[in-house]
T-cell receptor
């Protein structure tokens, strides 16, 4: 099992460009999450999907959109990147909800110039 | 006020030492509590869940005090491999998502 995979691992964008971060899990988990991690801030929840077909905003959703494509895949889209979105992005999944162990992908390091 | 507060450290301790980390949380409705470990430039991984009665996993002991909204992690006989950032994590109301503390960095020295 690969667990949680994310692509790309690194990305540099110019202000105003768009991109989609991909995430997939092969553990048959129902819930998936997108976090961002900034120095000194800890991980902050951007969006989550409690089950296939549902998505909800987290703490910092502005500037992002998500798609739960199927049970395995949960993508994060930046429509018009801004320097404030420079961060490390982690995708995670859990079997049922936040009370279960969350398994994280290796992260995407995004720089917006 | 942050929802989950931790001392950022770093805690520099010699091998074999006992070290304790504390964490406070503001949401009295939080239902589940965890410690995650994050190595430098890696993803977080679950270290252990924290139960009301306290729980132990080898050299690691976690305690929860709901009345004071306080969580602790004790590491005994520290190893070089324990060097990492330890994240205090609680669920939000309804257990839909996790709220992370900023982490406490531990450096175990030979």
């Amino acid at each position: 099992n690969a667990g949680v995979t994310q692509t790309p691992k690194f990305q540099v964008l110019k202000t105003g460009q768009s991109m989609t971060l991909q995430c997939a899990q092969d553990m048959n988990h129902n819930s998936m999450y997108w976090y961002r991690q900034d120095p000194g801030m800890g991980l902050r929840l951007i969006y989550y999907s409690a089950s296939e077909g549902t998505t909800d905003k987290g703490e910092v959703p502005n500037g992002y959109n998500v798609s739960r494509l199927n049970k395995r895949e949960f993508s994060l889209r930046l429509e018009s990147a801004a320097p404030s979105q420079t961060s490390v992005y982690f995708c995670a999944s859990s079997y049922r909800g936040a009370g279960d162990t969350q398994y994280f992908g290796p992260g995407t390091r995004l720089t917006v110039l | 006020r942050k929802e989950v507060e931790q001392d950022p450290g770093p805690f520099n301790v010699p091998e074999g030492a006992t070290v304790a980390f504390n964490c406070t949380y503001s949401n009295s409705a939080s239902q589940s509590f965890f410690w995650y470990r994050q190595d430098c430039r890696k993803e977080p991984k679950l270290l252990m869940s924290v139960y009301s009665s306290g729980n132990e996993d080898g050299r690691f002991t976690a305690q929860l005090n709901r009345a004071s909204q306080y969580i602790s992690l004790l590491i005994r006989d520290s190893k070089l491999s324990d060097s990492a950032t330890y994240l205090c994590v609680v669920t939000d109301t309804g257990r839909r998502a996790l709220t992370f503390g900023s982490g406490t960095r531990l450096q175990v020295q030979p």
